[in-house]
């Protein structure tokens, strides 16, 4: 890694753009604050990058990837790409994306503020100080698994869901080094008991927990974890999952935290370099009107700190000026009571620019 710090921005589709905007307002503040080094470039990727090249993932966003240590994602896609072919939508720029650097390491950390106890569905003794990490395959299993599509001559469809050794224990030591840095406690869910995949990867985790014996492991199966999670999510502190079950638990987790506005994500290879979004998605039916809660794209940025470039202060002083710009009382519509007045993606933007200011 050079000196310098280099990130690429794709704003992508939909409320990506006003929330990527906050992240570089923020990103310049830090470079000057922390003295960072930091190179920021901006690219197209998804809808936006199709309607400007017939392409979702261009050449000249893979060139200017290639070149980055970091990328920050906005979101991508929309109900007016929903019609293309597979090739042309703009979930294809983020797969290809994901793919092409190997990405396969997801983290996805449920942390619920405690200004926030009253937002989440569950009642708050089930969710206060909740903590979480989910650390979910993302570049392997049925996602893009081998043999899949239509069946020639026939009217059946099918996918495959294959893991090799390799791709286990590497997302494995990602898990485990976090449980460490953590409880110690490690929980890795499959469907054991009817998936041979799922039995394979309960071996071979089995087996690399011999080398963390300082890490207490459980296993448990994808549906008891999904009934767990809503029952009594605090006895979880890191799960460790393939790619089908960790998106569909990661959306569990992230309702318990009250809103999918406020929870970032990190997707690492095995070189540090990383890409971050948020959680979220494009959200049509807000987009465009300074509604988005900008805090996902924000602390998306903290995780960059940590994971890709190893600032764990610039990390924190963000993750604190998010938790007393809450502390204070300003929300935005996804978080607020209705007794709340609330502001917008700018305003809450400004508001934990200036916490950083004043640190
Ligand atoms: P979504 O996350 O975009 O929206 C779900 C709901 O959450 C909506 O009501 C939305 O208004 C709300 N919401 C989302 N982010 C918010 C924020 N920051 N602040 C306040 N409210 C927020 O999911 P969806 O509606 O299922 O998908 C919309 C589009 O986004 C689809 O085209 C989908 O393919 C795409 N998508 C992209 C990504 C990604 O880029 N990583 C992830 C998920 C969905």
Known sequence: MSNKKRILILPGDGIGPEVSFVAYQLLLLLDKKFSLGLEISEGLLGGIAYEETGD?????????????????LGAVGGPKWDQLPADKRPEKGLLGIRSEFDFFANLRPAILSKELVSASTLKEEKVADLNLLIVRELTGGIYFGEPRGRVEGSDEALNTMRYSKHEVIRIGKVAFESARKRSGKLCSVDKANVLEVSAFWREVISDLAKEYPDVELSHMLVD???????????????????NLFGDILSDIAAMLTGSIGMLPSASLNDTKKGLYEPVHGSAPDISGKDL?????????????MRYTFDEEEVASTIEHS??????????TQDIAKEEDTTIGTKEMGQEVLSKIELR
Not at 227 to 240: A, N, S, T
């Open 56 to 72: 979702p993932f261009p050449k000249e966003t893979l060139d200017k990837a290639k070149e980055s240590d970091a990328i920050l």
């Open 292 to 304: 988005a809660n900008p805090l996902a794209s924000i602390l998306s940025v903290a995780m960059m």
């Open 322 to 331: 998010v938790e007393s710009v809450l502390a204070s009382g300003k929300r």
């Open 224 to 242: 008891n974890a999904a009934m767990q999670l809503v029952r009594e999510p605090k006895q979880f502190d890191v799960i460790v999952t393939g």
